[in-house]
């Protein structure tokens, strides 16, 4: 079965099969620990026009707010089939779907400019998308979390520009952030 090349881009052109069906957009497998919820990151272009053609990736911790990384060596439970890593690309409606556990909080490195500290539970988000070329890196919360307050990142984000990174639940439960690459809308992208 041959698999073939997506329209040739900035970024690309993607080997479909390898780049996107090689990552599920589902992270939590059955008996992982931890709220299970559903995620849609939504990509707008600059002038707010759905971008069908982009691609997600999420990372983060677990619901023990453990990452699956040989760096994170602290005494929190992992999950096992628990990566923290998923890929999605974006269908004619400019939406990626991810299924996954609510993140528990990580700290803060210390020595940091704004100190030790834990961080609110975020899942980190990379965009590749027609026309980016390097890959934008943001960070999606969850609305209604009382720890937004104290995070340490959300701190250094002006104020007006903060609901840019806070994901919304709907009615049917589930977790949508839209993430706009530029124009009056435009999310917070960090430097990485």
């Known amino acids: 079965m041959s698999h073939a090349l997506t329209p040739s881009q900035t970024i690309g052109p993607f080997y479909f099969h390898t780049l996107v069906s090689s990552y599920r957009a589902d992270l939590a497998p059955p008996g992982t620990a931890g709220e299970r919820i559903e995620l849609v990151l939504s990509l707008f272009d600059t002038q707010g026009a759905l971008v069908p053609d982009g691609l997600f990736e999420i990372w983060q911790a677990n619901s023990h707010g453990r990452y699956n990384h040989p760096d994170d060596r602290r005494n929190l439970p992992l999950d096992a089939g628990f990566e923290g890593f998923g890929r999605a690309s974006t269908d004619a409606?400019?939406?990626?779907h991810f299924t996954t556990v609510r993140p528990g909080r990580v700290?803060?490195?210390?020595?940091?400019r704004e100190g030790g500290g834990m961080q609110a539970a975020h899942v980190s988000v990379s965009i590749f998308a027609r026309g980016v070329l390097n890959r934008l890196a943001t960070r999606l919360y969850f609305d209604g979390d009382p720890a937004l307050g104290d995070d340490p990142v959300l701190k250094l984000v002006e104020p007006a520009r903060r609901p840019t990174l806070i994901a919304k639940r709907d009615a049917a439960g589930v977790w949508r952030l839209p993430i706009h690459l530029g124009g009056p809308n435009e999310t917070?992208?960090?430097?990485v």
């Open 93 to 96: 409606r400019g939406e990626s």
């Open 188 to 191: 917070v992208f960090f430097d």
């Open 107 to 112: 700290p803060w490195p210390h020595g940091g």
